[in-house]
């Protein structure tokens, strides 16, 4: 079973998405498009208490708007980092039966030296149950 996630961004207090969230979400429809997904995680929080409305609520909402099923979208609203990100979506996507897990995000937000999110996502997988993939700016790269 192949399950996406893609990792949010911080919202606008209006409500609306950074460019940054809509380059991610671009990411994972194109992904969509180009590989068959059993499901997407949607991870993010609410960080922005001005916004009132959790990350991957919004990037729900959007997707489904774009045209993917609900049934294939998978809500984490809990996390309020990319450590975070990681210690929830990982056990939802094993709860799932993932084999691969596919890691959606921009090229900056995966090539930090702090806080890096394909560091945090193998440390919280710590088995070789799932393979690791990253998708970023339409390159997949197998780790």
């Not at 609203?77 to 990681?86: E, K, Y």
Request: with cysteine; glycine share 4%.
């Amino acid at each position: 079973m192949k399950v996406a996630v893609v990792l949010g961004h911080r919202l606008h207090d209006d409500k609306t998405m950074s460019v940054v969230m809509e380059r991610r979400l671009a990411l994972v429809m194109k992904l969509y498009k180009q590989l068959p997904l059993d499901k997407i995680i949607v991870s993010g929080g609410v960080a922005n208490k001005k916004a009132g409305i959790s990350e991957a609520e919004m990037m729900e909402n959007y997707l489904i708007q774009q045209g993917i099923e609900k049934t294939i979208i998978v809500k984490e609203d809990q996390s309020l980092t990319t450590a975070q990100n990681a210690k929830f979506a990982v056990p939802l996507a094993k709860a799932m039966g993932a084999d691969t897990l596919i890691l959606c995000s921009t090229d900056e937000h995966l090539h930090r030296w702090y806080l890096n999110p394909i560091r945090l996502f193998k440390k919280q997988m710590k088995t070789t149950e799932m393979q690791l993939i990253v998708y970023s700016d339409g390159h997949i790269k197998n780790l």
